[in-house]
């Protein structure tokens, strides 16, 4: 597929087929979102794939609205950023998820991108937290880490 065509073909996918991901597909979707250009090349995001069902079922539950398809997705890409490499993690790390998102289409699948930073859990109630630290805790994200969003992944259910 062409460059043109992948543009083309990208939209968002939030229905998935029940197969799996091969993870050399998912390899080959990461190594291509690390060539990302980033700030002073410092190389500031990171990748985290979940392919675990139950995980999947609790990233999905990170905010009551717009994260809920999540759970019926075969592969999650969670995108992080290093803010201790440079101030600006989230520009390093949109791009970094554009690329993802791109080499997916790319690779014949689909992805839909879920924002985390800054998102409450619950929309009407900022007492109940942020999306942030409710995956930080689940997914075990090391200091200085920061989450930018959740990619989800899978064989489009609808073409």
């Known amino acids: 597929m062409d460059f043109s065509e992948v543009i083309a073909k990208r939209h968002s996918v939030r229905k ?4 799996p991901v091969e993870n050399e597909l998912i390899d080959r979707i990461i190594s291509v979102a690390e060539t990302a250009p980033s ?19 609790a990233i999905s539950e990170m905010r009551d609205r ?4 999540v759970k019926d997705a075969p592969a999650v890409i969670v995108v992080l950023g290093d803010e201790t490499k440079t101030d600006l993690w989230v520009d390093n790390c949109s791009i970094s998820a554009t690329f993802l998102q791109l080499a997916a ?25 942020n999306a942030e630290d409710y995956l930080r805790e689940l997914l075990g994200v090391k200091d200085g880490m920061r989450i930018l969003c959740v990619v989800a992944l899978g064989y489009p259910a609808e073409v």
């Not at 995001?45 to 079922?57: E, G, R, V």
């Not at 717009?66 to 398809?69: E, K, L, N, P, Q």
């Not at 689909?110 to 800054?118: A, K, M, Y």
């Open 39 to 57: 700030s002073k090349n410092c190389k500031s995001s990171a990748f985290m794939c979940i392919d675990d069902k139950d995980t999947i079922l």
């Open 105 to 129: 289409v790319d690779s014949g699948l689909g992805s839909c991108w879920v924002h985390v930073n800054g998102r409450p859990r619950v929309s009407s109630d900022p007492s109940a937290g």
């Open 66 to 69: 717009g994260s809920a398809f």
């Open 16 to 19: 998935y087929m029940d197969k």
